[in-house]
């Protein structure tokens, strides 16, 4: 996420807003590893055994709900992650490209519709 730091500069109506990011990242990235490694190892102690896989880790609780939540957490940040790190430079390369006919929000369709459909038709098809 840090790599976007040029792509959405350009953006802002301040360019000294962006510094916030010298203490964000690196106190993210630490919290969410040492989050990584807390269960792994919560996970070590409750069921004898190393996961790190957090989805083989979900597939061991007994509680429905718990397991839904903890999997819809992770859909969401797959769904945050693709939109902001692939969609939105692809969105901004595309609208670099024709700014006349091409915004942002457009960009990121094509390439919706690029990467989802057109490169793949073989996924499409086997459904």
Excluded: H
Excluded at 29 to 37: A, E, K, Q, R
Excluded at 69 to 96: C, E, H, K, R, V
Aim: hydrophobic content about 55%.
């Amino acid at each position: 996420m840090s790599i976007l730091t040029f792509e959405t500069v350009r953006i802002l109506m301040l360019a000294a807003r962006q510094y916030v990011q010298l203490i964000i990242i690196p106190v993210a990235f630490t919290f969410c590893s040492f989050v990584g490694i807390a269960v792994t190892s919560a996970g070590l102690s409750l069921y004898g055994q190393v996961l790190w896989d957090p989805l083989r880790l979900i597939d061991k609780w007994d509680n429905r709900a718990a397991a839904f939540f903890a999997s819809f957490a992770f859909a969401l940040m797959t769904l945050g992650t693709n939109i902001s790190a692939n969609s939105l430079s692809a969105g901004n390369d595309m609208a670099a490209l024709c700014p006349k006919y091409i915004n942002i929000r457009r960009g990121q369709v094509i390439c919706a519709v690029l990467g989802g459909w057109a490169l793949c038709p073989w996924e499409i098809l086997a459904r």
